[in-house]
């Protein structure tokens, strides 16, 4: 089944130790995005690729940076985590930007910030 | 602003106790509106788009509706298996590169 694949599931990290999260589609959408969700929280975009046109939320953080080394695969680096960092981190796909372009999402890595 | 209030925060219901979850929306043109399923520790699951007042999608026992200010989702004899917190997001005709805006979601606990 085409489906995201997100890796690890649970990471934790030490507070100021670089952490990479990992995902990968095998639906050959275009666009890749990273979301932060927080407890009872809405999931919060952080930047998304469309192709290899990368495109930053105003608010997201210096903190966080993303490659996006081929179609199938877009990687979160967070250099320096805070313990505000810890959240879950959810990678999602859409075959276009278009109206009505449906995303779908991985399973999520929740990183814990010790 | 584009925004996104979903209540209630949280509904119990009795197996078989039929309920709408409301999502409201403000935004500057409507390109789309997503239903979303979200158990706890996953990912959003993908349920419905909705694109103009007036339109109505159904699988098995959901049944989302939308008008020009709000969306429902509607529960008809639900199962404990649909426990859940249902995510409504929208996206916006003028945000260019065309995020979704979600909101905090509907946490659905359907009782045995």
């Known amino acids: 089944d085409a489906m995201v694949i997100q890796n690890p599931r649970y990471q934790v990290t030490q507070f100021g130790k670089p952490v990479t999260l990992s995902c990968s589609q095998t639906?050959?959408?275009?666009?890749m995005y990273w979301y932060q969700q927080k407890s009872s929280q809405a999931p919060k975009l952080l930047f998304h690729y469309y192709d290899k046109d990368f495109n930053n939320e105003a608010d997201t953080p210096d903190n966080f940076q993303s490659r996006r080394p081929n179609t199938s695969f877009c990687f979160l680096d967070i250099r320096s985590p805070g313990l505000g960092d810890a959240a879950m981190y959810l990678c999602?796909?859409?075959?276009?930007?278009?109206?009505?372009?449906?995303?779908?999402f991985g399973p999520g890595t929740r990183l814990t910030v010790t | 602003e584009d925004q996104v209030t979903q209540s209630p925060e949280a509904l119990r219901l009795q197996e078989g106790e039929s309920s709408s979850l409301n999502c409201s929306y403000t935004?500057?043109?409507?390109?789309?509106l997503f239903w979303y399923r979200q158990d706890p520790g996953k990912g959003p699951e993908f349920l419905f788009t909705l694109y103009s007042a007036g339109e109505e999608k159904e699988k098995e026992r959901l049944k989302a509706t939308l008008t020009k200010k709000e969306s429902f989702l509607h529960i008809t004899a639900p199962k404990p298996e649909d426990s859940a917190t249902y995510l409504c997001?929208?996206?916006?005709?003028?945000?260019?590169?065309?995020?979704?805006?979600f909101g905090k979601g509907t946490r659905l606990s359907v009782i045995a």
């Open positions: 639906l050959n959408h275009n666009v």
């Open positions: 999602a796909t859409s075959r276009d930007r278009g109206p009505g372009s449906e995303q779908y």
């Open positions: 997001a929208v996206q916006a005709s003028n945000s260019g590169n065309t995020p979704l805006v």
């Open positions: 935004v500057s043109g409507l390109r789309g």
